[in-house]
């Protein structure tokens, strides 16, 4: 860009624009859940930059098209420099103490210190984000002064320009979400899908006629997807649960079906129930009914961890609704997959209702992000309270799961909302690092569900109600592992948490949106009312799970 050429672009710009678009940059560096890199700190600068920008501009345009009293002589030139002088000071300011900042959540973390947040790397892609936001916004400009010229000949100035804008907006929307946001899922999907059909070198097929994809399975072993065939080749085998245990052990039954197993989710679901029958799954002492999260896949912690748990006396059944990230579906159609679901559940607790309670496994659900919301979504609780199934271990519920947020919101008086307490416990558990919370001698009824939630796990708190309002899980007591220098900015937050909640599972192990083994085994020990374990044995699976790779 010319100097010329430069000096047009800043004397075109609007100062007070300038002025809130300071301040947004600067609230932009503030902590929030999880630490972030130059580049993503860089584009959420920018783009915040830009917002503030936009918000001080119209609010500026306003103040003038209502011809309301504007100061006189130098006063407004004295003001301006002085807020400009103001702004810089903040912004400087900010920068310098964005490494502080984030090493408030790298300590909680248990992560190393940053040495620097890179101000000036920051500063140029914050700076080259706005460039690009305004050279659109100014398209948009220009193109709203096109159609109200036009509309101008037929119609009053005012009109012209309400309709002008009416239909310029509408273009610009139909661009970008009927266009560029479709194309974009679309692209995603496809790639998505190649990526689940990839076959990997090392994952050989199964020679056991009792695993899905082998040559006596119901299901063929291509159509398992990456996330299938990872789940069905990976576990502890019987060897490896009796070598730990030093008592004797089954091999864990593992059961998957894919995309590609059948066209619709009821024909999907019968092929599950159809192998789970096959292999012996309803001769285990436990069933689990897996909802994956959107790409399929199933979080090994939470498997392993049951296996073990239970001497590979267990039973598993999952079936792929998605080929996407959980997060993408959840900003895009977040009731994607409850069909699947529920379709699956269905089959599975229908024909477990048919066997002899007294010779037929305990029934749990289980379910991670995605999956924990619609594994929620499986089944009304009304349609089980004849012949109920025995608990569920929902890990990282999304903000939209319906069943997780009545609970919340109706949580007992003085308990935080990223940890709750409700009622007498009987029913219902949360836990975090630090254990479950349950009031004192409070015993369980027949069923038992357990919340797994870190109170930094940006998919179970963000909220769009985060845009105009402090949410009550930042209020004090806060979570053990949110920074007490996250403050809470109107519109800031809101980006903040949605860049957090894409980039959730960068988060190291026991933060964030990525879960613990040995969190996963406290989990375990109160929904399976797992009692033939010493503290002592407790604690050695929990180090060696966390060990295993």
């Known amino acids: 860009m010319s100097k010329g050429a430069t000096v047009r672009l800043w004397r ?134 096109f159609i109200s010229a036009k509309v101008g000949r037929l119609a009053p100035r005012r009109i012209s320009n309400v309709i002008g804008f009416t ?53 063929y072993w291509y159509e398992l997807g990456r996330a299938g065939r990872e789940f069905i080749s990976s576990g502890p085998t019987r060897k490896d649960i009796s070598s730990f245990t030093g ?44 909802t994956p999260t959107g790409s399929g896949w199933v979080d090994p912690a939470a498997m392993d961890s049951i296996e073990y748990l239970h001497h590979g006396d267990v039973a598993s059944v999952a079936m792929q609704y998605s080929y996407l990230a959980s997060w993408l579906v959840l900003l895009t159609e977040p009731s994607y997959g409850a069909a699947a679901s529920r379709a699956l559940f269905r089959e599975i607790y229908g024909y477990w209702t048919t066997l002899p309670k007294d010779r037929r496994p305990k029934l749990y659900l289980y379910g991670l992000s995605l999956g924990a919301m619609n594994s929620e979504r499986s089944t009304d609780l009304i349609e089980v309270l004849g012949d109920p199934f025995n608990g569920a271990l929902w890990s990282g519920p999304p903000y939209a799961s319906r069943i997780w947020r009545t609970l919340t919101n109706g949580r007992n008086p003085g308990s ?11 029913f219902v558990r949360f836990m975090n690092q630090d254990g479950l919370t349950s009031a004192a001698g409070a015993v369980w009824g027949p069923m038992r569900i357990v919340y797994l939630q870190y109170a930094s ?33 109107p519109i800031v937050t809101f980006l903040q948490l ?26 375990w020990l109160a929904v399976t009312d797992v009692r033939d374990w010493s503290p002592q044995d407790i604690t050695r699976l929990k180090q060696y799970l966390r060990k295993t790779p």
């Open 457 to 489: 796990d940006p998919v179970t708190f963000f909220d769009y109600s985060c845009l105009y309002r402090e949410p009550d899980w930042m209020k004090p007591p806060r979570g053990p592992d949110v920074s007490r220098e996250f403050q809470w900015y």
């Open 167 to 219: 239909l310029a907006a509408s273009l610009f929307w139909l661009a970008i979400s009927g266009v560029l946001v479709r194309a974009a899922l679309r692209a995603a999907d496809l790639s998505y899908k190649e990526y689940d059909a990839l076959i990997e070198p090392e994952v050989a097929r199964p020679t056991d006629p009792a695993k899905t994809g082998s040559g006596a399975s119901l299901i």
């Open 247 to 290: 008592k004797q052990a089954q091999e864990p039954i593992r059961v998957y079906v894919g995309l590609r197993s059948a066209d619709t989710p009821e024909q999907r679901a019968k092929l599950a129930l159809e192998e789970l029958k096959r292999v012996g799954g309803f001769d285990r002492s436990a069933l689990i009914v897996i």
């Open 12 to 145: 075109s710009l609007s100062a007070a624009g300038l002025m809130l678009g300071t301040l947004f940059f600067a609230a932009s560096l503030t902590p929030s859940l999880l630490p972030r890199t130059f580049l993503t700190q860089g584009l959420l600068s920018g783009i915040l930059f830009t917002l503030g920008y936009g918000v001080g501009a119209f609010a500026r345009w306003l103040w003038t098209t209502m011809e309301l009293p504007e100061p006189k002589g130098r006063i407004p030139l004295i003001a301006e420099l002085a807020a400009a002088s103001v702004c810089a000071f903040i912004a400087i300011g900010s920068l310098w103490k964005a490494a502080q900042w984030q090493n408030t959540i790298r300590e909680l973390m248990r992560l190393e210190p940053a040495d620097t947040a890179h101000p000036e790397r920051v500063a140029l892609i914050a700076l080259a984000t706005f460039l690009v936001l305004l050279a659109v916004a100014r398209l948009f400009q220009q193109m709203f002064r």
């Open 498 to 523: 949605g860049l957090d909640m894409m980039m959730a599972t960068t988060a190291p192990i026991g933060y964030g949106h990525v879960f613990a083994p040995e969190h996963y085994v406290d989990a």
């Open 416 to 426: 935080p909302a990223w940890l709750p307490r409700f009622r007498d416990g009987s």
